[in-house]
């Protein structure tokens, strides 16, 4: 518990450098000057592609076990990756990063975070391009790309992505890899917005788990409003291997992920079966149980 409020004290007053935790800490903050492992001399790894759009519930790890983030974590090639939080969705919300640090230090990694709001760091795509893996929480999406297309984040993630560096996130952290997608984000209700486009079509979070989600997002295809895209369940990931769907995973014996398009006039939604990462045992026992 000690370590805990000094690290609550230490963002509080600006951020983990000011806690006074070290490495071997439960909440690990390394400096910028730490580097990945690179490739031996002479060698050039091929660059992969990869994004994890997940429906939602990404980093819950009591239900999950963080499934989804450990098969993402395992794309980067590296036995101890580098991963990086960016909480923007949230306004940078303590609480954010507090949950991101206790799910994740479940897990064999070095964890940092930069928050655009208030950064420890004097410049973003130094330290960003510097990690293996880089984790979008979720939140309000429509904030969010606001402030990442004016602080030029966007052109850096692009950069990231296209470096190899693995992009994966929950929720907001879902479709802002998309062209477009169906957000909570204004007021009372919810509405198409455009995304960053590193992927083709629309996305659609927490489809089955919110009411009417799956409704809207089926009407905005159908007039117009979205393209044609995929939707995801709480705890279902969408493994994009360069700009096309690679795999469908999840981390819930129950959850799918979904293509939803518009063909004529009506609205076609077709079920993507995933591959459940967790035991065998509990997908039997789901689909018995049902």
């Given at each position: 518990?000690?370590?805990?409020?000094?690290?609550?004290?230490?963002?509080?007053?600006?951020?983990?450098?000011?806690?006074?935790?070290?490495?071997?800490?439960?909440?690990?903050?390394?400096?910028?000057?730490?580097?990945?492992?690179?490739?031996?001399?002479?060698?050039?790894?091929?660059?992969?592609?990869?994004?994890?759009?997940?429906?939602?519930?990404?980093?819950?790890?009591?239900?999950?076990?963080?499934?989804?983030?450990?098969?993402?974590?395992?794309?980067?090639?590296?036995?101890?990756?580098?991963?990086?939080?960016?909480?923007?969705?949230?306004?940078?919300?303590?609480?954010?990063?507090?949950?991101?640090?206790?799910?994740?230090?479940?897990?064999?990694?070095?964890?940092?975070?930069?928050?655009?709001?208030?950064?420890?760091?004097?410049?973003?795509?130094?330290?960003?391009?510097?990690?293996?893996?880089?984790?979008?929480?979720?939140?309000?999406?429509?904030?969010?790309l606001?402030?990442?297309?004016?602080?030029?984040?966007?052109?850096?993630?692009?950069?990231?992505?296209?470096?190899?560096?693995?992009?994966?996130?929950?929720?907001?952290?879902?479709?802002?890899?998309?062209?477009?997608?169906?957000?909570?984000?204004?007021?009372?209700?919810?509405t198409?917005?455009?995304?960053?486009?590193?992927?083709?079509?629309?996305?659609?979070?927490?489809?089955?788990?919110?009411?009417?989600?799956?409704?809207?997002?089926?009407?905005?295809?159908?007039?117009?409003?979205?393209?044609?895209?995929?939707?995801?369940?709480?705890?279902?990931?969408?493994?994009?291997?360069?700009?096309?769907?690679?795999?469908?995973?999840?981390?819930?014996?129950?959850?799918?992920?979904?293509?939803?398009?518009?063909?004529?006039?009506?609205?076609?939604?077709?079920?993507?079966?995933?591959?459940?990462?967790?035991?065998?045992?509990?997908?039997?026992?789901?689909?018995i149980?049902?």
């Amino acid at each position: 518990m000690t370590n805990r409020r000094r690290f609550l004290g230490g963002l509080a007053a600006g951020g983990l450098a000011a806690s006074g935790l070290g490495v071997g800490a439960k909440f690990p903050f390394l400096s910028t000057a730490s580097a990945a492992a690179s490739s031996p001399s002479g060698m050039q790894k091929e660059v992969q592609k990869n994004i994890i759009a997940i429906g939602g519930a990404g980093l819950n790890w009591k239900r999950d076990r963080l499934l989804l983030t450990r098969y993402a974590f395992s794309l980067s090639g590296k036995k101890n990756p580098r991963v990086c939080l960016l909480p923007t969705a949230t306004g940078d919300s303590l609480r954010t990063i507090v949950n991101y640090y206790e799910a994740v230090n479940n897990l064999i990694c070095r964890p940092e975070h930069l928050r655009i709001y208030s950064p420890h760091v004097t410049d973003f795509a130094d330290y960003l391009l510097s990690f293996d893996v880089i984790y979008v929480g979720g939140g309000n999406t429509l904030n969010m790309l606001a402030i990442w297309r004016e602080q030029g984040i966007v052109d850096i993630l692009r950069e990231a992505w296209e470096k190899g560096i693995v992009l994966l996130g929950s929720s907001a952290g879902s479709i802002c890899w998309f062209e477009q997608g169906s957000t909570d984000s204004r007021p009372g209700r919810l509405t198409a917005m455009k995304c960053m486009g590193f992927l083709e079509g629309s996305n659609c979070p927490h489809y089955s788990s919110e009411r009417a989600r799956r409704s809207t997002y089926h009407r905005m295809i159908k007039d117009g409003r979205l393209k044609n895209g995929l939707a995801a369940d709480d705890g279902c990931g969408l493994h994009y291997q360069e700009t096309k769907l690679h795999k469908v995973i999840s981390s819930r014996p129950r959850a799918m992920a979904y293509s939803v398009k518009k063909e004529s006039d009506y609205i076609v939604e077709t079920p993507l079966q995933p591959e459940y990462l967790g035991d065998k045992k509990s997908l039997q026992t789901a689909y018995i149980d049902s």
